[in-house]
């Protein structure tokens, strides 16, 4: 075998393009004739459209058009992709989302109307000119607020602000209170999972291009999932059918999940270009990025867990408000139901769990998932309602959470999830060795000679993850299926092309993909390219989040690849003269068992395409393999995480001085690749627990609104990480064996800060038993006051 | 950004002749009245560069004084004044990043008077003089609240003088998100006593905290202050830090300078 198979940290190929300015973002896209779109997005929350008036706007110089609501009648609105069921077996509310708002405005961000002109500025210019009376109404801003009778209506034909009233499982409430009400000690957290703008370094564009003469629509997207996009909007919004209909997504630059989800801003670019008979680009700003990008996180939870005398977890019991924004955006009510609530369970045997999430709208910008989405919810508020509990009870947070670890797989949880396999102690173990917790106490005395407050938090944390099963996930609510495509594509010498309906915005398929191919037929990875991300030249695809490239698109490469070797051993064995079931591969070489014969990987691929000594009769020229993979169930990467922080008693600041992973993703095909998937992960959750908050007042105005207030973590935040993947329990069901590797740091990591700063103040003698992230100095600072 | 004109002149003369104009507006480094016309918010007719004015750079000693010239970058200060000022030079060094630094002048931030500014606070505690195209300004006259200076109209800042202190310190405690100061404490000790500044805290921009001078010119050390607390009446309370909050970190901050001096 060549080198830079699986198990080799290949360098990332793409980078060579990505550090050398090389990369072809859709913003570096630019078509012949292309106009340009300017929305006017509402600044208020909440009101009613009383006047707008275009017709100055529309006099100004270099204006083409400009569409308002009563240009898209008789068009769909943005379809949401999952429908949830409540406890009371009635479907959750789900309001019209228009393209442009239809009378009412209901966040600000919200888009009232579209100047396409010549250039940006003209279109910015003509935008200004429109005139817009807007009667502000109340908003409704607080979750709590939201659902009390008589608080003013985002959505004045829905019953009430509540989208979903959702119990899981609802079978099991009465026993899961009947267990908490004689249990002998239950620990009660309630706690803030606080919202978050994505912000990946590209903010999205959109250029719709319509030809005249075939009648074909491209859309060129920054999305995750190109396919996807195309379904929704195609047959959704805009009644485009499917082979009419393009959608290119070229380099991405980051997504974290706020790419996953149709935009009105690309139904908009696509209709446009029809409409004024131009291709028409839309670069969205920063500023805009903030009120139109759909955001993460934003529970409210009171978590019980209830104990015995010995420390075993009986019962847990959730309840969760969710914000859903003003509007359902593509997966927002999948995210606190069936990506928070059958995780619950986590690394634990705990016999009864009952989680309630109700879903809220809000004047606020959409919320949808962000990395981890729903994961990092769950382990958060388990994770710290178990150090809490550890702590209540004198029992070592360590020692609780063995005494409770799951230890028998496949285990079926009471949260509908079965695990296939897992090693919580394996984990466990490297990481109290990884981060010398033996030797806490004489760094926690140095601190202390140095004024510092020292502190440890431990966690673990699980998720669900290659997802998903698609007749599993269709009963959940999802409106489409979640398998994933490859087509393999041999050329006559020998090299090949992998085209993925998987999308890569920074994972490094292009690296670790071919590496599996490669391996799978013994050559050298660079004979393998990979096309992906444009729905021309890739067979149909669900796209790229929760941690599900390799796990489902790997798994797709590699029957795709089987069926290639399959058919390339018929024609070896043709070549050869001898019987198919004796011919081996191994690297790059067919040979015939028991014999000296053998042909090159590129005489047979030469045979396929140039047929003169080939079995025509049996078998067809040529060697191009498409597969779909549908997962047989959810991969299950798990973990331990220890972060160590010193508090400066004086101004609350906490500096992380070393963070820990030891992670359990199965098997691995490139560890560099997964050492930098863990450390983005780990920046995300640390940022999530020290810095970032979208805050909104009581009137919908973000305040935190740029980066002058939205605290971004840099690279002077974190420490450098120590990062361990050796702990390996492949995954039983797919034939990597892998677990995907992209969301485990920030699902992981958020509650170890909390817990290592809860556990320095307490130390010192504070009697804090929690504070809500972002744990800013002066929040930490307010806390130590307190108590 | 909307349309304008833009002036570069080469000397101060020509610089006052052009900022003469209707909906003139001076342009320093930038770093704040650019982003502001990127986001609309501002829409001078005219804007004079004064980065070309050769009288208006450099950094120079000058009868134990540092002079700088209003129109040198944070990152020629924090170089230039290494040796002659060092508090000055690391407080320049701490501004921003380096694209910041390497645009964004000492007239420009003066000029601007943002309540979370660094430079303010060193120049109100090295008792500074601010020298325009028509006068001299003692810094304790300078200042006039958030955004407010005693410039006029079309006043250009050409230079800053800074004596030079016995021993001084800047405290920077920057607020998460934007690193401009949360809080800020600059301490000066010369020989006729010390002067504490501290910007970032007050809704009225810099000031100087009395209390602390007075303690600290008979005692020069962390322990004289101990005794006494600054007031949250009047302090800033936003989302990174509540008035109670910014009136300990002035105290925090300021026994740390004094260490540090």
Partial sequence: ??????????????????????????????????????????????????????????????????????????????????????????????????VLAEGKVRYVGEMIAAVVAETPAQARDAAEAIVLDIEELPAVIDMKEAVKDGAPKVHDELESNLCYDWGFVEENREAVDEAIRGAHHVTTLELVNNRLVANPMEPRVAIGIYDQASGDHTLYTTSQNPHVIRLLMGAFVLGIPEHKLRVVSPDVGGGFGSKIFHYAEEAFCTFAAKAVGRPVKWTCSRSEAFISDAQGRDHVTKIELALDEEGH?????????????????????????????????????????????????????????????????????LERVIDKAAREMGIDPVELRRRNFITEFPYATPVAVEYDTGDY???????????????????????????????????????????????????????????????????????????????????????????????????????????????ANTPMGMGTYGSRSLAVGGSAIVRATEKIIAKAKKIAAHLME?????????????????????????????????????????????????????????????????????VDPDTGKVEIVSFCAADDFGNIVNPMIVDGQVHGGLGQGIGQALLEHAVYD?????????????????????????????????CTHNPLGVKGCGEAGAIGSPPAVVNAVVDALQRAGHDVTHIDMPLSPSRVWAAMQQG | MYNFEIERPGTIEEAVAALAAEEAQALGGGQTLIPTLKARLAAPAKLVSLAGIAEMKGVRSEDGAVVIGGGATHAEVAREAAETYPALAALAGGIGDPAVRNRGTIGGSLANNDPSACYPAAVLASGATITTNTRQIAADDFFQGM?????????????????????????????PASRFALVGVFVAKFADGVRVAVTGASEDGVFRWSEAEAALSADFSADAISGLSVSPEGMIGDLHGTPEYRAHLVKVLTGRAVSAA
């Fill in chain 1, 313 to 381: 977890f009986l019962a847990i019991r959730t309840e969760t408000y969710a914000n859903m924004g003003a509007y359902l955006s593509t997966f927002a009510p999948s995210v606190p139901t069936w990506l928070h609530g059958t995780l619950m369970a986590g690394n634990y045997r705990t016999p009864l769990i009952y989680v309630n999430v109700k879903a809220v709208f809000t004047n606020t910008v959409p919320v949808d998932a962000y990395r981890g989405a729903g994961r990092p919810e769950a382990s958060f508020q």
């Fill in chain 2, 147 to 175: 955004f407010t200076t005693a410039l006029n109209d079309g006043e250009i800042i050409t230079s800053v003088s800074f004596p030079v202190p016995q021993a001084a310190n800047y405290q920077k405690f920057e607020q």
């Fill in chain 1, 578 to 646: 001898a019987s198919e079931a004796d011919i081996e591969l191994k690297d790059g070489q067919f040979t015939v068992a028991g014999t000296d014969k053998s042909v090159a990987w590129g005489d047979v691929t030469l045979a396929a395409y140039v047929p003169h000594n080939y079995p025509l009769e049996d078998l067809e020229p040529g060697l191009e393999e498409t597969a779909f993979y549908d997962p047989a169930n959810f991969t299950y990467p798990a973990g331990a995480y220890a972060c160590e922080v010193e």
């Fill in chain 1, 698 to 730: 009581e009137n919908g105005q973000l305040l935190t609104g740029s980066f002058m207030d939205y605290a971004m973590p840099r690279a002077s935040d974190v420490p450098f990480y120590k990062v361990d993947h050796s702990c390996q329990t492949p």
């Fill in chain 1, 1 to 98: 075998m060549p080198d830079g198979g699986i198990g080799a940290s290949n360098k990332r190929r793409e980078d060579v393009r990505f550090l050398t300015g090389k990369g072809n973002y859709t913003d570096d896209i630019n078509i012949h004739g292309q106009a340009h779109v300017h929305f006017l997005r509402s600044d208020i929350a909440h009101g009613k459209i009383k006047r707008l008036d275009t017709s100055d706007a529309e006099k100004m110089p270099g204006v083409l058009r400009i569409f308002t609501a009563a240009d898209f009648e008789g068009v769909g609105g943005i379809p949401c992709g999952w429908q949830v069921t409540d406890r009371h077996g009635n479907p959750m509310q789900e309001p019209k989302h228009p």
């Fill in chain 1, 425 to 535: 102690n394996a984990t466990m173990d490297k990481l109290l060795e990884m981060a010398d917790v033996a030797g806490f106490e004489k760094r926690l005395e140095e601190s202390r000679k140095r004024g510092k407050l020292r502190g440890l938090g431990i966690n673990c944390y699980i998720e669900a993850c290659g997802i998903a099963p698609s007749n599993l996930v269709g009963q959940l609510g999802a409106r489409a299926g979640l398998y994933e495509s490859a087509t393999v594509r041999v050329n006559a010498t020998g090299g090949l092309v992998v085209m993925t309906g998987s999308h890569s915005h920074g994972q490094g398929h292009e690296t670790a993909f071919p590496q599996v191919v490669a391996d799978m037929i013994g050559i050298d990875p660079s004979m393998v390219e990979v096309v992906h991300g444009d729905t």
